[in-house]
């Protein structure tokens, strides 16, 4: 925290930026870049939820949800040797032999393991899959319980505990603390939305919520070769939360502009998906992103991606339509968007979209109406 300019009303965090604020080409894709300079004020704000003025810590959270959709949460209260267990235990997974890990690869309810460069974000300026590995967790649901024959939901594929011994202990350690973090967050955000505290309670009991190791590669990215540590994309869900073992490599698409987003030690680096972006019928942003690996070191990064349950209805609130700026969006279910995304990327799931009924949801591609760029893809690579 101290090495953080942080405040109640937002304060700012030093970012660089690299890009050309004409457009999409030049410094923005092939890796050339001007030189650095600092980006003006609140690019990321850092919003400190413990502060006792909430009033400001509310506003200051609506101006950044409007203005980026990215801000980094001071003051959280999720124990930082919670987090420490959990990247140790992170490194320890991802050293394992490809074999073991193949062994657990990921399922079609959206668990187990994703190999290196399997994914691709951005398809159409990457030439080769993102240079990461990851794992998925979720809310464990039972073999045989009700929830376990919606899609994305069912029990985990934890490692066997002979080869990874305290794995699963830390993970749901890790699990609890991010979940109070992300229902805290949001009554901060309905309060910024002139809305009851508890509003979106009733969504998120239970939410879907995904746990997503990610080991990057020390390969360096070359974004003039379309080689990336993650594609540009958005995320297409409620909210994501995201730690990191403090490496660089986090973008975010501002003004134009690739804002590199600094490590920012003891803090979570949040945004907003474009589920949240068309319940605030585009009051909210959701933001394109992308990681470019420059240390030529692994990176590890620990994003969770905290959604409401899977048939919580999504439509425009009340309070986000006028006369002037009518609903941009049909009403939808979490689970109906977040599968035809899914199935978007992953083959696997086009199945469960299609049972489901999916084909009502939506979310942007690449192109789409947001003025920095649409996005895409998945909701993996931070």
Not at 356 to 380: L, V
């Amino acid at each position: 925290m101290d090495q953080l300019n942080s405040a109640s009303s937002g304060g700012d965090l030093a970012a660089t930026v690299g890009g050309d604020a004409a457009g999409w080409d030049a410094a923005g894709w092939d890796g050339t870049r001007p030189q650095a300079f600092q980006m003006p004020p609140a690019a990321v704000p850092v919003i400190d939820l413990s502060a006792p003025d909430e009033a400001a810590t509310v506003a200051a959270l609506g101006r950044a949800c409007r203005d980026s959709g990215f801000f980094i949460a001071a003051g959280h209260g999720v124990p930082q040797p919670v987090v420490d267990a959990m990247f140790d235990q992170m490194r320890r997974l991802f050293a394992l032999p490809l074999e073991d890990k193949m062994k657990m690869l990921q399922d079609e309810n959206n668990r187990g393991y994703t190999p290196m460069a399997e994914e691709t974000l951005d398809p159409e300026r990457q030439t080769r899959g993102d240079t990461k590995e990851g794992f998925y967790f979720g809310r464990e649901v039972p073999a045989g319980s009700p929830e376990a024959d919606l899609p994305l939901h069912g029990p985990n594929v934890w490692p066997p505990p002979a080869l990874l011994p305290g794995f699963r202990p830390a993970a749901e350690a890790y699990f609890r603390e991010a979940s109070t973090l992300g229902h805290r967050l949001l009554r901060l955000l309905a309060l910024s939305l002139g809305l009851e505290p508890a509003h979106f309670d009733r969504y998120f009991d239970p939410p879907m919520a995904f746990l997503r190791p990610l080991r990057y590669g020390p390969e360096a990215s070359s974004p003039g070769e379309g080689v990336f540590g993650a594609g540009a994309h958005t995320d297409y869900g409620m909210l994501t939360i995201l730690a990191t073992d403090g490496s660089p490599g986090l973008q975010v698409r501002l003004g134009g502009a690739w804002v590199e987003v600094p490590p920012a030690p003891g803090c979570f680096v949040c945004n907003l998906g474009d589920m949240l972006e068309r319940w605030t019928n585009g009051l909210y942003r959701s933001t394109l992103h992308r990681v470019v690996s420059t240390s030529g070191k692994e990176r590890f990064s620990l994003p969770f991606f905290f959604e409401p349950n899977f048939s919580a209805v999504v439509e425009a609130l009340p309070c986000c339509v006028t006369p002037d700026r009518p609903a941009r969006h049909p009403p939808t279910t979490a689970g109906a968007h977040l599968l035809e995304k899914y199935a978007a990327t992953h083959a696997g799931y086009q199945q469960g979209a299609e049972k489901s009924g999916a084909g009502a949801g939506g979310g942007r591609e690449n192109g789409g109406d947001q003025s920095d760029g649409g996005g895409g893809g998945a909701e993996e690579g931070r």
